[in-house]
């Protein structure tokens, strides 16, 4: 499969002459069509549309679209989107990224690996190495693949088929775009503007039971340069994989590392890990992240506190499901009734404090302890 590279610009002209230097510099490409949409409007517009043109693409034909009239970030992704309708597959990039050489072989080895599978809804440039609610660290487990499943629709670098975002595109049709207490998403995702994409297309992939492709290894970084939602940050910056060749993909259906929207294991796949809960539907909540209204199950794994668990591990091992395979002892994951979960605000505390100590990674002393708790808040 040959994607053809769509990039996604808005008033960020240095943001987009460093996306399109990273972009020369692929590796294994040659006749691919580059594509760059520009949104009308914003006061660097005149600035943005001269990188664009000026940029020399010597690796196939170069398209600039210019935007008669101001789409917004949603429309111009979703209208970006579209194209794939013409090209078949595509990598959509917005202009505060940064790729590895090796990005297009991935993404184009990715989507021909994956094209067949109605489960799959895109592919992800981006390994995703934090956890979305927490901001804590995110490892997903290892095993026989250079990639990872997640219900979580990542936007620092995207591949799709023309069948996959044309699902996508069939769904929205008809869908509340509102995200709803009752969609099963944290509560997190509510708090949204409407303008942002990333939640309504979450919500796609929690109602059709479908999953991203993540590499464990990132082919793209984000600068987090001032834009429609972010007033610059350094917080998505991750290691670019710039030297192998070729990935090891596995298809969903053989995976273990598969995540809910939570970024939770499914319970399904831990159960092939470890025969401990088989005769239990449970719900995994090890990073604590679920309330009691997004816990279905009369039983649940968890890092939050429980009166009277029924198993107990403890919490030296990485990722924490690897405590609950290897039945490590101790205390801090337990597994047990929904209705025994310590709701109270200490307990609630104490949990967090916990978890907190063990992506730190030692013991946490007061003082670094509140700077910790009211940067939550401040």
């Avoid at 078949?88 to 080895?109: C, F, K, Q, T």
């Avoid at 319970?267 to 401990?276: A, F, K």
Wanted: with cysteine; hydrophobic share 40%.
């Amino acid at each position: 499969m040959k994607p053809a590279i769509v990039v996604v610009a808005y008033n960020r002209p240095e943001s987009l002459r460093r996306l399109l230097g990273s972009l020369a510099g692929l590796q294994g490409v040659a006749d691919v069509l580059l594509v760059i949409s520009i949104d009308a409007g914003g006061e660097q517009f005149a600035q943005v549309v001269t990188v664009a043109e000026q940029f020399e693409w010597a690796l196939g034909e170069k398209r600039v679209l210019v935007r008669e009239r101001p789409f917004g970030l949603i429309n111009h992704v979703f209208t970006c989107g579209d194209l794939v309708d013409e090209f078949g597959s595509i990598i959509l990039l917005e202009d505060d990224l940064v790729v590895s050489p090796m990005a297009y072989r991935y993404a184009a080895d990715a989507l021909d690996f994956y094209a067949d599978d109605p489960q799959i809804a895109g592919i992800s440039l981006n390994a995703l190495w934090f956890h979305g609610i927490i901001h804590e660290p995110f490892t997903p487990y290892l095993d026989d693949g250079d990639v990872f499943f997640m219900q979580i629709a990542w936007f620092q670098g995207q591949a799709y088929t023309q069948k996959q975002w044309a699902a996508f595109r069939e769904w929205r049709e008809t869908a509340n775009p509102t995200i709803l207490p009752s969609d099963h998403m944290h509560e997190l995702f509510q708090t949204f503007p409407a303008t942002d994409w990333f939640p309504l297309k979450t919500k796609y992939l929690v109602q059709t039971d479908r999953s991203y492709v993540f590499p464990r290894e990132s082919l793209s970084t984000n600068f987090g340069d001032s834009g429609t939602h972010v007033h610059g940050t350094s917080f998505f910056q991750v290691p670019l994989q710039t030297r192998r060749v070729n990935f090891r993909f596995q298809p969903l259906a053989d995976a273990v590392a598969v995540y809910d929207s939570f970024q939770e294991m499914l319970p399904e796949r831990l159960n092939r890990l470890t025969d401990q809960f088989a005769d239990y539907k449970f719900t995994v909540d090890l990073h604590g992240t679920r309330s009691p209204a997004n816990i279905p199950t009369e039983f649940v794994l968890t890092t939050q506190e429980m009166r009277h668990p029924l198993a107990t591990f403890g919490m030296e091992q990485r990722p924490f499901i690897a405590n609950v395979i290897h039945q490590q002892p101790g205390s801090g994951i337990s597994f047990g009734r929904t209705a025994d979960l310590d709701q109270s605000w200490h307990t609630r505390l104490r949990s967090e404090s916990r978890r907190h100590a063990y992506f730190a990674r030692r013991q946490v002393r007061l003082r670094q302890w509140l700077k910790w708790w009211l940067g939550k808040w401040l």
